[in-house]
């Protein structure tokens, strides 16, 4: 199979629903064949990491990590479906602070380990 780059893809909250429709479809389309799958919830990125692991995408070089480094080193694009869901009792401003500190630590990480 072709890829249109080598390029390295991290996908971040790769192992929630969106994060991990978004690694499919980027074998799928044949993006890339290296992909980062990077969540903080280890349990969810290594079923989305198995799950991949048995579709037999040829030539696909999937890794997981909940270690940010480790996702981000490298890295020459990004998709980001990270966030927290609103739970019971949760006003959106809840959870829009929530997810403003989500969307922070993202920046940090990609100014941290992205530089070029």
């Given at each position: ?39 903080i ?44 869901p ?31």
């Amino acid at each position: 199979m072709a890829f249109l780059t080598d390029e390295k893809l991290v996908i971040v909250g790769a192992g929630g629903m969106i994060g991990s429709n978004m690694v499919q479809s980027v074998l799928m389309l044949g993006l890339t064949p290296n992909i980062s799958l990077y969540d903080i919830y280890e349990p969810g990125v290594h079923g989305v990491y198995d799950e991949m692991c048995h579709c037999a995408f040829p030539g696909a070089n999937i890794s997981y990590t909940v270690d940010a480094k480790e996702a981000f080193t490298g890295a020459k694009y990004i998709i980001s479906s990270g966030g927290a869901p609103r739970k019971e009792g949760m006003t959106r401003e809840d959870l829009l602070k929530g997810n403003c500190q989500i969307a922070a630590d993202f920046g940090e990480n990609i100014k941290k380990y992205c530089q070029v």
